[in-house]
Structure formats: C-alpha cells, structure tokens
C-alpha cells in the first residue's frame, strides 16, 4: 500500500485530494496546521497530523510521524488580491514563506528518502495565473510562478534518481481556502492609493462574475493531481479546469 502526504487539507483541493487517495484504497497522511478529525471518514489507512509549512519544526515532526512517503502532494498556499501598492511587505514574505520557500521545505524533508529508495514523485499545486498576466495578483503569481520554475528544474534533477515531479495548475475555483485566506489578509491590508479605485472596483467586478461560472470544479483538481501520481507519462504541467486548460491552449 502506498502513503501519500497532502499539506493543507483542512479544506479545498486539499480535503477533496486527501478523500480521493483514502477512497482508492492508499495510506493517506491529511496534514493541515490545525487537525480537525470531523474533516475526513475514520479510517485505519488515514493519520492527521498538524504540519505548518512555514516552520520547520513542525515539518521535520510531521514527516518523522509519517514514516515512508511514496508521494508528496504540494497543496498548502494562501491567496491575496490586491494592488501592489496596497500590499505590505509583511503580507508579501508571508506568500512566499508560505507558497514558495515553503513547497521547498517540504520537499528537501521528503527527498532524502525518496533518493534512498530511487523512487517517488512530487506534485506542486500552482495556479493557472502564471499563464497568463492578471491585475491585482503580482504577488500571489509571483510566489507561484517562482514554484513553477524550480518545479520545471527540479523534474530534471530528480528524474536520474527515479523520482517524477509534475505541476498541477488549478484554474479559478470559488469557495476554496484561496479565497478565505486572501480576505483574511484584506482585512488587515493596507489601503491601496485612491488612483487605483475605479480600476480595482472594475476588475472585481470581472472577478465576481467569472467566480459566478465556476469554471474550475474540485473534481478537475482532483483528477490532475491523481494523474500526476499515478501516470508516468503524463506532461510536467497539468491545467485543471477548463479556464486553466484554455489558458494553456
């Protein structure tokens, strides 16, 4: 039986992701900073561990915990909408720890191991928004853009030693933790300069509708993150969603 370890399932791609391996029969190790066990079925192939990707204690703690890690889901992440001008240093460090440096910490925990064993594979979860420029998003898709080209690196130092690293690229899903997170941070955020008020109340009003079409379903993440895992000759990037897979084309 293989063990699959998915960051931050407390909701979203996460959860669903976490309820898919556990309904195929793997070892599912559902990490999220604060475990609710209401969250997931009860069952002997399921650990809950809290896991913050920002601390490294906690990682080192949730990975020991773990034991073998055949696959390692990259999911954890927070969202941010805003005007550059609007957004603090402070929230932008937070991004990166979180989205960016802290995919790399998971995956420098996880690798020894895999090396050891010349097998496993790596799935970051993205987002569509690095394919193509959008306002009120610079931070957030650099923070993804930047996991995008270590991820396109990655794959080629890990294919010698067995290991597959593929990127999933999730396009607008209303409801996830994308969402609660980003208005989290709002609502401590900084005032954006007057200037950019029209601009802003236009774009948001273009973002309520495309949320309206739902055009991303958890279900797409799920299948993309599924195939990552199980398909060996899938390609490095996987656009879930059919936003996203018309982004790509």
């Given at each position: ?204 009003g273009n973002f309520q509708k495309n949320a309206a079409q739902e055009p991303t379903r958890p279900g797409d993440v799920v299948q993309a993150i599924w195939r990552a895992v199980t398909d060996p000759d899938c390609p490095l990037h ?8 018309a982004l790509a084309a």
């Amino acid at each position: 039986m293989k063990t699959v370890l998915i960051t931050g399932c407390s909701s979203g791609f996460g959860l669903d992701s976490a309820r898919d391996f556990l309904g195929r029969g793997w070892s599912v190790v559902a990490t999220m900073r604060r475990p609710d066990p209401t969250l997931l079925p009860v069952s002997d192939r399921l650990r809950l561990l809290p896991l913050d990707v920002t601390a490294p204690d906690s990682i080192a703690a949730a990975v020991q915990v773990a034991g073998p890690i055949d696959v390692l889901v990259n999911n954890a992440g927070v969202g941010w909408l805003s005007v550059f001008e609007g957004t603090s240093d402070e929230t932008i460090r937070r991004l990166f720890e979180t989205n960016t440096f802290g995919t790399f910490a998971m995956i420098r925990a996880v690798l020894p191991q895999m090396r050891d064993r010349g097998a496993g594979v790596i799935v970051n979860v993205s987002s569509s928004v690095t394919m193509k420029p959008l306002p009120l998003l610079s931070v957030y898709t650099a923070s993804k853009a930047a996991v995008n080209a270590y991820t396109e690196c990655l794959a080629l130092e890990l294919a010698p030693l067995g290991i597959r690293t593929r990127l999933v690229l999730p396009g607008q899903a209303p409801g996830t933790q994308f969402g609660s997170n980003a208005r989290g941070l709002m609502a401590d955020a900084p005032a954006a300069p007057e200037a950019y008020k029209p601009f802003v109340a236009e774009v948001m009003g273009n973002f309520q509708k495309n949320a309206a079409q739902e055009p991303t379903r958890p279900g797409d993440v799920v299948q993309a993150i599924w195939r990552a895992v199980t398909d060996p000759d899938c390609p490095l990037h996987l656009p879930a969603g059919s936003d996203a897979e018309a982004l790509a084309a």
